[in-house]
């Protein structure tokens, strides 16, 4: 019986606090519009490097690679 209430009290807080964090993320949000075109930019610049169509592992390699100058 106690553990239950514990836990519903536990649950009671992570729902508090979460919703104060989604409050706080909607008040300091960035526009979508610019999340998109960035990604869009981003994109961008990727074909233009020929970098477009790597793979997890080929990337993973590259940072790996220029870490360990």
């Known amino acids: 019986m106690a ?3 514990v836990k519903d009290r ?3 807080i992570s ?3 979460t919703i104060r ?3 706080q993320l909607n008040t300091r949000s960035i526009p ?3 999340g998109i075109k960035a990604m869009k930019e ?4 990727a074909e233009e490097r020929g ?6 592992e080929e990337i993973n390699a590259e940072i790996n690679a220029v870490r360990n100058r």
């Open 10 to 12: 536990t649950n009671d």
């Open 3 to 5: 553990s239950s209430i």
């Open 51 to 56: 970098i477009s169509n790597m793979s997890l």
């Open 42 to 45: 981003a994109s961008r610049i």
């Open 32 to 34: 979508e519009d610019r």
């Open 15 to 17: 729902k508090t606090k």
């Open 21 to 23: 964090i989604r409050e």
